[in-house]
């Protein structure tokens, strides 16, 4: 057998209600070389049970005791036949051409060894566009400043992102495993500080946050995350792109924010004496001086008043 030209890892932890239309959303594709490898990191709920219905050969089911999110995709690249691997989570969809116009990105660049788009966050009712960067065609770039286009917001997602496989294996370059969030950052800045990456300017991807990932109603970056200060440790030894101090001076500023609403003030104002207002990000340094001054019992009362709305949509 032929092998394909797309391996679709989709990690799975307890998605009973989400992952049927992941799956569905890849077996829709436009384009149907790829074969879809769904690793199941030892669900507790009916996720596997809502995929035993599906005969399509395509779909491999792969199953491992719970370790998380970069354990389950680095068994998925492991396990991978295509050419190139795609990610995509199991409670976010592909838009129908998503594969195809990778694939023709893929031929227009075949330099670059990472090719992603840009996408939808979901929430509820409401589809918004992601940040897209300035003066890439429609027919798509190579991303030349990817840290300056980051540190202003994140202009793909771990669902509209594919890679190919032998840059994990030629680099020994893995998903980070046992680190809590922004364990896929530190593949993605490694792409940007060692190779190419294609970008098509067209959102194809869906990206669902839900009420339980909203900024409004959690503090997820009070503490420094494991890829930031390897990447810290990286510019204090020289190994510097444009941006990246860009980057971290932003990074910085929103978990001072996220101190500041957790009610811890003095990291906060540790980090803005670290940093000082930022021009670049003025709105940003703005809110944090306003929360510095707003006792922390107001704050937490309109944080109240925010997380009841929502709740009531």
């Avoid at 922004?182 to 669902?208: K, M, R, T």
Wanted: aromatic share 12%; charged share 20%; with cysteine.
């Amino acid at each position: 057998m032929i092998n394909p030209r797309f391996s679709v890892v989709i990690p799975l932890y307890n998605k009973q209600d989400h992952i049927l239309t992941s799956v569905e959303s890849v077996l829709l594709q436009s384009f149907n070389d790829f074969e879809i490898l769904v690793v199941d990191d030892g669900s507790t709920d009916n996720s596997y049970a809502r995929l035993e219905n599906i005969t399509d050969p395509r779909l491999k089911i792969l199953h491992k005791s719970n370790s998380g999110v970069s354990s389950a995709r680095n068994m998925g690249i492991k396990h991978a036949k295509g050419q190139y691997v795609a990610f995509l989570d199991a409670d976010d969809e592909y838009e129908n051409d998503f594969l195809l116009e990778v694939s023709k990105l893929f031929e227009r660049f075949p330099q670059a060894d990472a090719g992603a788009t840009a996408y939808f966050r979901c929430c509820m009712d409401q589809k918004a566009q992601s940040y897209i960067p300035e003066n890439i065609p429609n027919s798509g770039g190579l991303i030349t400043d990817f840290f300056k286009h980051w540190a202003f917001d994140s202009f793909f997602c771990a669902s509209s992102i594919v890679v190919k496989k032998n840059y994990f294996h030629d680099h020994d370059k893995w998903f980070p495993e046992g680190e809590p969030m922004g364990e896929d950052q530190e593949v993605w800045f490694h792409i940007a500080e060692h190779s190419l990456l294609a970008y098509l300017p067209i959102c194809l991807s869906n990206y669902n946050l839900g009420i339980e990932n909203s900024l409004t109603t959690t503090n997820k970056f009070t503490l420094e995350l494991p890829f930031v200060t390897r990447l810290k440790t990286r510019v204090a030894n020289g190994i510097v792109l444009p941006g990246q101090m860009l980057y971290l001076h932003k990074y910085d500023i929103e978990r001072a924010i996220n101190n500041a609403l957790s009610g811890n003030k003095h990291e906060a104002f540790k980090l803005l004496k670290e940093h000082g207002v930022s021009f670049a990000f003025i709105k940003l340094s703005l809110l944090l001086v306003i929360l510095l001054i707003t006792p922390v019992s107001v704050i937490n009362a309109l944080r109240s008043l925010r997380r009841k709305k929502n709740e009531t949509r």
